[in-house]
């Protein structure tokens, strides 16, 4: 008789703690939230090439919600929003841009639009964002605004 209540209270005992391991385990899981996306993520100006980029007066701006897949900004002339579609290495905006409508004589916001829409691939060179074309580059970005150099008058 007490070797069956040693086994039983042995039972009972090894039960109870395999019941407060298995609960303990779970407690101490780690919570995995989806890091955050610093490559693309964020503001981004554009670093113009052309006076024409510029014409409006106004830096083309662009800020992407990875977590929403959206974006908003500013053409350099109108505010735009939209969507598109990334992964490591490739991004393509949704042709269905929303655009404000103001008219910005001599800058040639079509041709803007054309570069966004035809980027299909990203890659990052120390702090620039640059939009490609498959091996071509469209446009380069950064985290700030850029400033040209202001010349010297003699």
């Known amino acids: 008789m007490e070797n069956i209540l040693a086994r039983t209270l042995a039972a009972i005992l090894l039960v109870g703690a395999l019941v407060t391991c298995q609960s303990d385990t779970t407690i101490a899981q780690p ?3 989806q890091a955050t996306d610093t490559l693309l993520n964020g503001q981004w100006y554009l670093r113009p090439v052309l006076d024409s980029d510029t014409a409006a007066g106004k830096f083309p701006t662009i800020t992407f919600d990875v977590a929403k ?49 035809n980027t299909n691939r990203i890659k990052r060179d120390n702090d620039m964002l640059i939009l490609m074309f498959d091996q071509t580059e469209l446009s380069r970005w950064t985290r700030k605004p850029y400033r040209a150099p202001v010349s010297k008058r003699t």
């Open 31 to 33: 919570q995995h939230k």
């Open 69 to 117: 897949g959206t974006f908003t900004g500013n053409t350099g002339c109108n505010q735009m929003s939209g969507s598109f579609k990334r992964t490591d290495t490739s991004l393509v905006f949704d042709e269905r841009i929303q655009l404000s409508k103001m008219i910005c004589p001599g800058f040639n916001e079509a041709a803007f639009l054309k570069t966004l829409l």
